[in-house]
């Protein structure tokens, strides 16, 4: 597998990782850190089906665009749904990587974490998009393996260890031993229905109809999983839908935790679920190292806590828990050697190696 010419180019490469999420794309650079953080949407002329925004500017235009252009996200669910969008989206953020750098690198080498359980048809459309995109050379990392590579979990060891990636779309559990994952599991609740329960609530009790915008930041501000010390309020706007009239409410961070029971629930039902079928071996390591949360969601007030009340163990928020997936990804490259058996294999029929 070693290629000692693939190591000398490596030296004037420009290696990536990305981490394409269903809520946002994070790009590292090798030795360089984050260089994109930017929310997973694409404008498009409906008309053209002609990409007109990407990123940040996409998402600015939902809700505001005239109808023949749409925002979306192509990756919602986990999966890659539109071809082509997803190319789009992966090509405008390869370049601003590429035209972001003084020295003129050759095309980059690019590891992108996919979620774990993907079809190889799926697996091969990320591959296909990054090639099309520009990247020289694509490899492809299992979302919470590159998540524990960036949480710095001791992946490679023999002892067990585990991740809880909670994004937009899914929450990916893993348990991971000797470099390989030997028990996961997906779900397709995380961040965004969260935010769905929270419109829901206020539908359901106030009458209030608020937006996605409105209900991500009243989870971001006083969203809980646990009591919390203090209780929090926050007004909040939207539209009453019985006088159809402006209407601003109080809303307190007892009332979202009751909202959100639903979705934290079946996320801890899941991660029983991963841990039901851990070898007994693999229990004791995890009681030792305990569980490291990885995504936006894990950020969730007091979801660290009532994890660990649920499950009887260590469980803590990684550092800058955000962005693991992407750092994990980019860690590959500069840790080839002793890293790239957790690559996903793929039957590629492309020429390099
Ligand atoms: P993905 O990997 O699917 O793109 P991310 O890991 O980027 O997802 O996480 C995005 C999700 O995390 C969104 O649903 C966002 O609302 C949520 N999130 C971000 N910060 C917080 C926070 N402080 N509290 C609760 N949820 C959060
Ligand atoms: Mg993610």
């Not at 099309?132 to 979302?143: D, H, K, P, W």
């Not at 991740?163 to 995380?190: L, N, P, Q, W, Y």
């Amino acid at each position: 597998m070693f290629n000692p010419l693939n190591a000398f180019l490596g030296l004037f490469s420009l290696d990536i990782g990305i981490d394409l999420g269903t809520a946002n794309t994070l790009v590292a650079v090798r030795n360089k850190g984050i260089v994109i953080n930017e929310p997973s949407w694409v404008a498009i002329n409906k008309r053209t089906r002609e990409p007109l925004a990407v990123g940040a500017e996409a998402r600015e235009m939902v809700g505001r665009t005239p109808a023949h252009i749409v925002a979306i996200r192509p990756l919602r669910d986990g999966v890659i749904s539109e071809f082509e969008i997803t190319e789009a989206m992966l090509r405008y953020f390869i370049d601003k990587v590429h035209d972001q750098s003084i020295i003129p690198f050759p095309r980059p080498r690019v590891v992108i974490g996919i979620p774990s359980g993907v079809t190889e048809v799926e697996k091969r459309a990320v591959y296909d998009a990054a090639l099309s995109a520009g990247a020289r050379e694509v490899y492809l990392i299992e979302e919470p393996m590159a998540a524990a590579i960036g949480a710095g979990l001791p992946i490679a060891e023999s002892r067990g260890s585990m991740v809880v990636d909670i994004g937009g779309g899914t929450t990916e559990v893993a348990i991971f031993a000797m470099g390989g994952i030997v028990i996961s599991r997906s779900v397709r609740v995380a961040g965004d229905e969260m935010d769905d329960d929270i419109m829901a609530y206020t539908r359901g009790k106030y009458n209030l109809l608020i937006g996605e915008r409105m209900a991500e930041r009243i989870k971001k501000r006083i969203g809980s999983a646990h009591p919390l010390e203090e209780e929090l309020t926050l007004s909040v706007r939207g539209r009453n839908l019985i006088t159809g009239l402006p209407q601003e409410i109080d809303l307190s961070s007892i009332e979202i935790r009751e909202a959100l029971t639903s979705s934290v629930n079946i996320i801890i039902d899941t991660i029983k679920d991963a841990l039901d079928e851990t070898p007994p071996e693999l229990i004791a390591d995890l009681m030792e190292i305990g569980v490291a949360l990885a995504g936006g969601g894990a950020q969730l007030q007091g979801l660290a806590n009532r994890l660990a009340d649920e499950i009887k163990m260590h469980v803590w928020v990684a550092e800058d828990s955000l962005t693991c997936v992407a750092r994990g990804a980019a860690r590959i490259l500069e840790d080839y050697q002793s890293l790239h058996s957790v690559l996903v294999g793929l039957h590629r029929g492309s020429t390099h190696h």
